[in-house]
């Protein structure tokens, strides 16, 4: 029937509540500054670099294959055809590309 210090303490209201999400929140915060958004960007970059793949970049693939575009597949398979030495073409997804070593000009 006493309220002793230690009980009356631990009530803490409705300020406590807020109080204990507060860390949680800044936690959601410096995770998204930290590690989302920088990934959403790389995603965009990438996507920008494969959509403007054309006839004669020179790219790596991510298995470490580097050679030169001769077709691009625009249909629904999304592949390049890549020439990695005389006469030896081989098919690959757009996605698998890692880098464009040179671009070539657009004609003009």
Excluded: C, W
Aim: aromatic residues 6%; proline residues 4%.
């Amino acid at each position: 029937m006493f309220a002793t210090p230690a009980y009356a303490q631990a009530a803490g209201g409705a300020g406590g509540a807020f109080a204990s999400f507060v860390p949680l929140i800044l936690i959601f915060a410096i995770m998204y500054f930290l590690l989302i958004r920088p990934q959403q960007k790389k995603v965009k970059e990438h996507q920008a670099m494969v959509s403007a793949l054309r006839r004669g970049d020179q790219v790596v693939t991510q298995g470490g294959l580097i050679g030169k575009v001769v077709k691009v597949k625009e249909d629904t398979a999304n592949e390049i055809e890549v020439e990695i030495a005389d006469g030896v073409k081989v098919r690959v997804v757009k996605a698998t590309i890692a880098q464009v070593l040179s671009k070539t000009e657009p004609a003009a």
